[in-house]
Nanobody
Framework: VQLQASGGGLVQAGGSLRLSCAAS????????VAWFRQAPGKEREFVAASGRNGARAYYADSVKGRFTVSRDNAKTPVYLQMNSLKLEDTAVYSCATGPVIYSMIAVAAGYHNWGQGTLVTVSS
């Protein structure tokens, strides 16, 4: 499965963006789909994930209450709605998928399919 993230851009602090993760074929409902981000000079970090069968969403504490991941298991893409954006949300956002169990959901190494990222820049 090939993934492609899109929807990034320049937005003012407090604004919103919706990212999309499109797949070349249907992603197995048993797979987790996650979003990670990497800011300049920083390590890649977990942002959010839609677990197996889309039954549950998981969020990093830094985005909880502001970001929403949505997934329709019948089709792609998977979306990341980002509201109340902050300067510190500036990063390249990438989506990934794999048969990841709950305890590993925030670990990038557990995902075997990654898409090219999309840049989100939040300005003051």
């Amino acid at each position: 499965v090939q993934l492609q993230a899109s929807g990034g851009g320049l937005v003012q602090a407090g604004g919103s963006l919706r990212l999309s993760c499109a797949a070349s074929e249907r992603i197995s409902s048993s797979y987790t789909v996650a979003w990670f981000r990497q800011a300049p000079g920083k390590e890649r970090e977990f942002v959010a994930a839609s677990g197996r069968n889309g039954a549950r969403a998981y969020y990093a504490d830094s985005v909880k209450g502001r970001f929403t991941v949505s997934r329709d298991n019948a089709k792609t893409p998977v979306y990341l709605q980002m509201n109340s954006l902050k300067l510190e949300d500036t990063a390249v956002y990438s989506c990934a998928t794999g048969p990841v169990i709950y305890s590993m959901i925030a670990v990038a190494a557990g995902y075997h399919n990654w898409g090219q990222g999309t840049l989100v820049t939040v300005s003051s």
